[in-house]
């Protein structure tokens, strides 16, 4: 079992950026590929970036693509998301997720994290 605890979000003005953290608990992380999603008010969850095991693949989704970037370190049982040029659309909670490959179904993954807030002002 893995348990995910998000960190790093908060207030930001439009045009700045943040990283988010996602800490993993348990020595099974790096098996996991991971994934980042969020969900904004009287919105779906939807999926923003996901990244492989060996953090050789990723994949974003088009509303972030160049700005946001996955990364992870398996040595530190941690997955991250920098959010550059953001926008106040980009304001939601964001969740972490640990799954079995790179997908964008929110059901394809197992694992989840509570979420941290980000609020993006214009």
């Known amino acids: 079992q893995v348990q995910l605890v998000e960190s790093g979000g908060g207030l930001v003005q439009a045009g700045g950026s943040l990283r988010l953290s996602c800490a993993a608990s348990?020595?099974?992380?790096?098996?996991?590929?991971m994934g980042w999603f969020r969900r904004a008010p009287g919105k779906e969850r939807e999926f923003v970036a996901a990244?492989?095991?060996?953090?050789?693949?990723?994949r974003h989704a088009d509303s972030v693509k160049g700005r946001f970037t996955i990364s992870r370190d398996n040595a530190k049982n941690t997955v991250y998301l920098q959010m550059n040029s953001l926008k106040p659309e980009d304001t939601a909670v964001y969740y972490c997720?640990?799954?079995?490959?790179?997908?964008?179904?929110?059901?394809?993954?197992?694992?989840w994290g509570q979420g941290t807030q980000v609020t993006v002002s214009s």
């Open positions: 997720a640990a799954g079995q490959r790179i997908m964008v179904r929110p059901a394809a993954y197992d694992y």
């Open positions: 348990g020595r099974t992380f790096s098996t996991y590929a």
């Open positions: 990244i492989s095991v060996s953090g050789g693949a990723t």
